[in-house]
């Protein structure tokens, strides 16, 4: 089952791009395994919209950041991402000698209607986390029309993701489009029962989003670490477990804002402890949740699994963001695995919000069972709180195209 919601700017389907140069900017932040791609998913979420103007004869110049380099990175240079591409498109694809500047004008201004030019890594430039007028400025000279199709980066203002959508038309890429009505649809008129699983180890980055589904969803199902906060929150012992101390006071008023209101939160009822966080350490089963010192709780335990299950099978939309243990320490992974299952065996509309969640997926094999896997972690959860994502935010209106 899947319900879309509401995307109110410019679809890359509308726009005239036949003999124009393009420049998109995707989401192609890609682990390297060497000199190669480690995995290609992103780059696969990329295809369909370059594919699309590939047909109706744009020239495609694309450019994405890739890892976190301090200035220009040889061993984050882009050269992986277009061997792999041009594997997957069945075509060259060229990678210009930088970002900017005239090397890149000419390199732009030999493409070829129905090819494909990557740029190096947008972070080799400063300007790029600062957007830089000047930088943003220097990318629009290079196209006639911008697409963003870059959702894990949407959240950032930055040059080629906010300040360059500014000085071009402007607009989405598919699979922007497709996140922003998947996620909304949570939001906007979802089947119920609503259940939201959420993990991780901190409340802070996931208060917005719990204050949100507090108003509309019927059960919140809590896991990872971030559960430590709220136990502490209950006057409960937590011993070496992670706890992260400023979003105790978060946990509280949320345990409050539930109790008041028509949303279950609910917190683990058993654990899984270990001596350390280690594969080698010995899992422990606790039969309620008080931890005892020199132990760390490390998933969530077989009790709360069965009973989170339950509620995902029962429900009508699920919504998962974080995984409810050390899934990648082996003897910590059952927790994380029952919900995987279940969401991967649920009748609902099943959205997971990328990250943690999705390398799980990934892990047990089920990534192509769930009804939406997101490509933004953080982006997901941005839009699902409400917060405006710049990298939409500047693109045309629909109708104004």
């Not at 995707?26 to 919209?49: E, F, S």
């Not at 077989?302 to 699920?318: K, L, M």
């Not at 990648?328 to 997971?352: C, K, N, S, Y």
Request: hydrophobic letters at 45%.
């Amino acid at each position: 089952m899947s319900r879309k919601g509401r995307f109110g700017k410019a679809s890359v389907r509308d726009a005239d791009v036949a003999g124009r140069t393009v420049l998109v900017r995707a989401d192609l932040n890609v682990p390297l395994a060497g000199c190669r791609v480690g995995d290609d998913t992103r780059i696969r979420a990329a295809l369909p919209t370059i594919e699309l103007l590939l047909e109706r004869g744009a020239r495609v110049v694309l450019c994405s950041h890739l890892g976190r380099p301090r200035g220009r990175d040889p061993e984050l240079s882009m050269a992986p991402v277009a061997t792999r591409l041009g594997e997957l498109l069945g075509t060259d694809v060229g990678l210009a000698p930088g970002v900017a500047g005239d090397d890149v004008a000419a390199a732009v201004g030999r493409l070829r209607a129905g090819r494909v030019l990557l740029l190096e890594n947008t972070r080799w430039e400063p300007g790029e986390k600062e957007n830089d007028p000047a930088l943003a400025a220097a990318l629009a000279a290079l196209a006639d029309v911008y697409v963003n199709d870059a959702f894990g980066a949407a959240h950032r203002a930055h040059a080629s993701t906010e300040g360059v959508a500014h000085l071009l038309p402007a607009y989405a890429g598919l699979l922007l489009e497709r996140e922003v009505r998947e996620l909304t649809s949570v939001l906007a008129d979802p089947e119920r029962p609503l259940v939201v699983v959420l993990g991780g180890a901190k409340v802070t980055d996931k208060v917005g989003v719990i204050d949100r589904f507090l108003e509309i969803a019927d059960r919140i199902l809590i896991g990872g670490a971030m559960c430590f906060s709220f136990f502490r929150a209950q006057g409960r012992r937590t011993g070496d477990s992670l706890v992260e101390e400023d979003g105790i006071g978060p946990a509280r008023r949320a345990l409050e804002r539930a109790a008041e209101g028509d949303c279950e939160l609910e917190l683990p009822v058993d654990l899984v402890l270990g001596a350390s966080f280690s594969a080698d350490a010995d899992p422990v089963a606790t039969e309620g949740v008080d931890v005892p010192d020199g132990m760390v709780g490390l998933d969530i335990g077989p009790r709360s699994a069965a009973r989170y299950a339950e509620a995902i099978a029962a429900a009508g939309t699920v919504f998962w963001n974080g995984p409810m243990g050390a899934f990648e320490l082996a003897p910590f992974a059952a927790g994380t695995r029952a919900v995987a299952d279940a969401v991967a065996a649920a009748d609902a509309t099943t959205i997971v919000g990328g990250g943690d969640s999705a390398a799980a997926l990934a892990e047990f094999g089920l990534a192509d069972r769930v009804g939406w896997l997101s490509t933004g972690g953080g982006a997901s959860l941005e839009l699902i709180e409400g917060k405006p994502l710049p990298g939409v935010e500047a693109l045309l209106d629909a109708g104004e195209e």
